[in-house]
């Protein structure tokens, strides 16, 4: 398992600022806004980061073609859903990193056809980044903000090019180590 990027002090606070659009509410009235948001954008493809966002979507009848899942809401071990997911895929991505792995079987699970889901040993939050990056143009990635809601981050070209600065910034302090 390779690190190819680790979290730095001054962006664990920036990143706790959600990357795209923040919907407020309860977990009822979070769906039905994205729903509409849905209707209205018909974007690309769906991506969920988080355990909880990820079995709402399902619950909701929204099926994303990627479902990454730690097993864990809110730091604390829950009970893995039963996922519509048609492939399962494991790996390893400590806390505060993003590990080579991960990027992989991201990247290979949007360029594939059949609903996915990653299971992370470790944990999931920063793979959203990922996500935003590889995911097909206008796509959402959808995850959850703590006590607030959810957010929907639309992967358009300059949302991938905030990413990739990002991800450059993490990859120079892990270098610099």
Known sequence: MTVAYSLTRELRA???RPLGTLIR????????????MLKEEKPACIISVGDTVSKNLERNQIFP????IDNKAMRKHTRP???AAEKTLHVRNPKATITDEAITAIRDSLGNCSRTRIV???EEDLLALVAVLHA????????????????VVKATQAKKAEIAGILKTMENARKAK
Request: no cysteine; net charge negative.
């Open 65 to 68: 073609q990627l479902s990454i």
């Open 14 to 16: 920036k990143l706790k």
């Open 25 to 36: 509410g309860s977990f009822t009235e979070t769906m039905n806004r994205l729903k509409d």
């Open 136 to 151: 097909p143009e206008d796509s959402f990635v959808v995850y959850g903000q703590p006590y607030e809601g959810i957010v």
């Open 120 to 122: 992370v040993d470790g």
């Open 81 to 83: 859903f039963q996922s």
